[in-house]
Structure formats: C-alpha cells, structure tokens
C-alpha cells in the first residue's frame, strides 16, 4: 500500500511523491518555504499578517537569507504580498480571488485530465483507488491534515499521468491557494457536498479512457466546490 509521507501534507508539486523516492535533501530556502506555505494555507499566517524577516527566521531557526528566499517564492505563487517600502504579508483573501482562482483551475484541470485519461493504465488505476480509499478513510477519522494531503495526491496522480511539469506546477500554485478558501468550509464539514462517488467517477472514466467523460464530470466537482467553498467563505469574510 502506498503511504503518504508526512512531508507531503503541504507544498507544491515537486513535494508530491511517493514514499521511497529517491530526492535530494530540501535547500534551507525550500524548507522555510514549504514550512510558511503550510502556515499559509492552515491559516497560521492570517491573511493579512505582517511578516518579519527576524521573527521569521527566529522561528524556523535560520538566517535570513533563506527566509527572504522563501518570502521571494511565496509571492510568486500569490500566498505573499510585498507591499513598496513595507514589509511583506499574506496575502488577503477576497471572493473575487476565489472565483478567480477557481475558474483557472477548471481551465488547467479539465486540460490535464483530457491528457491523462487517454493515456491511463491500469496500474495507475490500482494506485489511486488505494490513495482514494486512504483519502475517505482520513475524512471520515476527521483527520483533516492527513485528508487535505491525500485529496491533493489523488488529483495529481491523476493528472501527472499524461500533464507537463509546467501544467502541474500551475495548477499547484492554483491548488495551494483555492485551500486557503476550503479551510473555512471544514468548519461546517456537514455542508460539504459528497465527494466520493464524484471522485470516484472521475477515476472511473479514466480507467475507460474517456477524456471528454473525465473532463465534464471533474468540472461539475470543481463547480460544486467552488460553490460550497464560496458559500463558506463568504459567511467567514463577513464577519
């Protein structure tokens, strides 16, 4: 069975591999930057919050340099904002990002899974329904952090199977800030739509090799998210 190693629970596409596999020791700039995205996307880091370069570096118990790095690829990726003459922050969260965020994402999603579903095997089918049923087993468990890890490592085994390290790379810029916004609905976990049997289905027009199957049903999933998400969202950002 394959595991999820605890790495993996944060970061972009390049942490998404699987146990075992041989990969070079992270930089202290990438360590600083997977651990302040984590502190991002969990809501550590308030959106809005002042980030300083000390008390940064203080706290993940390295220089400055690597901290400046990270804040460097954090604002690429849109997490950071670094305001003239002031001092970087998070970036704020607004409905406006959300419905942006969002409608790139069925763009580039439904893209790859087009690519991915002609070209899927049958033991790239095996795989994911074995992180498919990891996936329901940490939700039902409430085990968020472990069930927001596997959720992104099912997605993207799915379209890494026929996508380029480019559209991966987008798409996980994409995926890690759309989980700031789905943070606030696992508050009203009740309301979330059932995602299994849209998972699943997903999977199983894949496993037929029905790229325009795959692509329309993984759209509705994205469109229901994105409503539900946005219902939340909206409730959270008003108060």
């Not at 696992?186 to 199957?213: F, Q, T, W, Y």
């Amino acid at each position: 069975m394959c595991v999820v190693a605890e790495e993996t629970i944060s970061g972009s596409y390049n942490t998404l591999q699987w146990q075992g596999e041989s990969r070079k020791p992270p930089t202290l700039a990438e360590h600083a930057t997977q651990q302040l995205r984590e502190a991002i996307i969990s809501g550590a880091l308030a959106p809005g919050e002042t980030l300083l370069l000390n008390d940064l570096a203080k706290k993940l118990d390295i220089s400055i340099m690597p901290v400046r790095e990270a804040l460097k690829r954090l604002q690429y990726e849109g997490l950071v904002e670094q305001p003239p003459q002031k001092e970087a922050r998070v970036a704020p969260l607004s409905l406006a990002d959300l419905d942006d965020t969002y409608a790139a994402r069925i763009l580039m999603e439904t893209r790859a899974i087009r690519r991915s579903a002609s070209r899927f095997s049958e033991e790239d089918y095996t795989r994911l329904l074995k992180v498919l049923e990891q996936y329901e087993f940490a939700y039902d468990h409430n085990e968020d952090a472990m069930g927001r890890a596997l959720h992104k490592r099912f997605h993207f085994g799915m379209y890494q199977v026929g996508a380029s390290p480019w559209l991966l790379g987008l798409i996980s810029t994409l995926w890690d800030n759309s989980e700031r916004y789905r943070r606030l609905s696992l508050e009203h976990r009740g309301s979330i739509h059932d995602r299994r049997n849209e998972h699943a289905d997903v999977l199983e027009a894949c496993h037929a090799r029905d790229p325009e199957k795959a692509a329309r049903l993984l759209e509705s999933h994205l469109r229901k998210t994105a409503e539900l998400v946005y219902q939340s969202a909206a409730s959270a950002l008003e108060q």
